[in-house]
């Protein structure tokens, strides 16, 4: 606050990011010590194609107070329990990266190794079927894990959702606690020539809004982080090569599967998201290996139902701002960077970046060392984050040129470390609070054919017989906790049908 003024904290930009940002702005933050303001314009679309959540939407939902129920109900929404990867690994493979924990930690030792001792006594079962959350989802089961005490082998689930319906909703959410909206078109930026920060923005029909702290939500355009402050951006294409997708929907035609799909094919992936009203679905894929046509016939030719409308294309350069917080301008969402949802991780990274504002929200003048702490910390995140997704790419044992070209390039070392850490005895090593735990890279890596040459020696304290009894047992627990579970279907008409 300066003075006796409140704190003005002006969000540029609609759509999930910014009515994110504004519901949890306006949740926490005092309405006599700060203003809140949104402009958006309903000329400029938004991308609007993130429609698949990890767990950790659930806190953000809490920490609002919403009702699962009528959140679902208003979003079109199902459950998710994980993603399921097909032709990833050979091209007839398949796996599911299933949320929640595999098998049980032995003492010390992570249930995984006793799984890779038990291969080489002959023991055939897959990963996959150590997972509660795996075989519920390929069972099509679903329920919430129990709230006072949660087993071994409860659920963790995320959601499908429709991302314009959300935005709309929690629009009405922040603007029911005192979130101003203002409908137009950002025509300048005014820029303080001694600081360097954003003073206003000029609208049209000649109007202002001024400012102390900017959140820019404007996509792809950037249009404060880059247009106005500069902060640059850093390419990773030579890593991430696709550059461009294509996204429809169809008509929902079988069971909502508790799952999202990503199918492989000769140079990218399709998405298959599950709605209660439709099914989503995108084909990314790089545009120096596959047409825009063949790209399109690609997409039409894998749906589930009937087409709701034409693809509606999408161009892309994979990476991040340089700087994420400049002056006094901060970028959330795709004005931040452009991640490809291969692991639905772009609304969570919108979630981490409000909690990264509200842990730094500046009290008067901002600070150089919490702008600093602010862009450190984002970019580990992000760091984090690409290298589980280039995993993905690298570790594979397609033919086509694209998969063959992704297999042999160079990695960045912190994950060829990890690459390393893993292939010589299991080991994973997670570092600070990067996002994805031991039991996502353990899916992957191991459902894309990477098995370690050994395991930790502990798990060998075990007679041949005791480990087949260990293994024996988790497998039936699992199996046991997913037959109580009614249908994924039969939860959501129970419970959260939309109208």
Same mark, same amino acid.
């Given at each position: ?232 951006? !850093?390419?990773?294409?030579?890593? @991430? %090569?696709?550059?461009?997708?294509? =996204? *429809?929907?169809? &008509?929902?035609?079988? /069971?909502? +599967? ?96 409000? !909690?990264?504002?509200?842990?730094? @929200? %500046?009290?008067?003048?901002?600070? =150089? *060392?919490?702008? &600093?702490?602010?862009? /450190?910390? +984002? ?113 959501? &008409? ?6």
């Amino acid at each position: 606050m300066a003075g006796d003024q409140p704190y003005r904290i002006v969000i540029v930009g609609g759509g999930t990011a910014g009515w994110m940002a504004a519901a949890v702005l306006a949740r926490f933050l005092t309405p006599s010590h700060y203003t809140l303001t949104l402009v958006e314009s309903d000329a400029i679309g938004t991308v609007g194609v993130g429609e698949a959540t990890i767990p950790q939407l659930q806190l953000l939902n809490a920490n609002l107070g919403l009702d699962e129920f009528a959140f679902m109900r208003q979003t079109q929404a199902t459950y998710k329990l994980g993603i399921e990867f097909v032709g990833w690994g050979a091209s007839d493979s398949r796996y599911i990266h299933a949320f929640g924990g595999v098998g049980r930690q032995i003492g010390q030792t992570p249930f995984h190794h006793y799984w890779l001792r038990g291969l080489s006594l002959g023991e055939t079962a897959p990963l996959d079927a150590y997972s509660v959350n795996a075989a519920a989802a390929y069972g099509g089961k679903f329920q919430r894990a129990k709230p006072q005490a949660p087993q071994p082998h409860d659920l963790a689930h995320a959601f499908h959702f429709d991302a314009s319906l959300y935005a709309r909703f929690l629009g009405g959410f922040a603007q029911s606690r005192g979130v101003k909206r203002l409908e137009g078109e950002v025509k300048a930026a005014h820029i303080d020539g001694q600081t360097g920060h954003v003073t206003h923005l000029s609208l049209d029909e000649d109007r202002t809004v001024a400012g102390d702290l900017f959140i820019d939500c404007s996509g792809f355009r950037g249009l404060l982080i880059e247009g106005a402050v500069k902060a640059g951006y !850093e390419s990773w294409t030579h890593w @991430l %090569p696709c550059d461009r997708a294509l =996204a *429809v929907p169809c &008509a929902s035609v079988e /069971a909502l +599967t508790p799952y999202t799909r990503s199918t492989a094919h000769r140079a990218g992936w399709q998405w298959r998201i599950p709605l209660q009203h439709r099914t989503g679905n995108g084909h990314v894929y790089c545009s120096s290996h596959v047409s825009d046509d063949e790209a399109a016939a690609v997409l039409l030719n894998h749906l589930d139902g009937a087409v709701l409308g034409d693809p509606r294309p999408i161009r892309f350069t994979t990476g991040r701002r340089k700087a994420f917080w400049r002056h006094n301008v901060v970028a959330l969402g795709l004005a931040a960077g452009f991640l490809e949802p291969l692991e639905s991780t772009s609304i969570h990274l919108v979630q981490s970046a409000i !909690e990264r504002v509200l842990k730094f @929200l %500046p009290k008067g003048a901002i600070q =150089a *060392v919490d702008v &600093a702490a602010y862009n /450190a910390q +984002t970019i580990f995140e992000w760091e984090r984050v690409r290298d589980f997704i280039i995993l993905h790419y690298h570790v594979n044992s397609r033919s086509e040129p694209f998969w063959r070209d992704c297999a042999a390039m160079a990695v960045p070392d912190s994950l060829t470390e990890k690459l390393d850490l893993f292939r010589a005895n299991g080991r994973i090593t997670r570092f600070n609070e990067e996002l994805f735990a031991e039991p996502g890279w353990l899916q992957v890596m191991v459902g894309q054919g990477l098995i370690p040459e050994g395991y930790h020696p502990l798990a060998d304290s075990e007679k041949a017989q005791e480990v087949r009894e260990l293994l024996g047992l988790v497998r039936r627990s699992v199996t046991k906790r997913v037959a109580e579970m009614p249908s994924h279907d039969r939860f959501i &008409a129970d419970n959260c049908q939309a109208a």
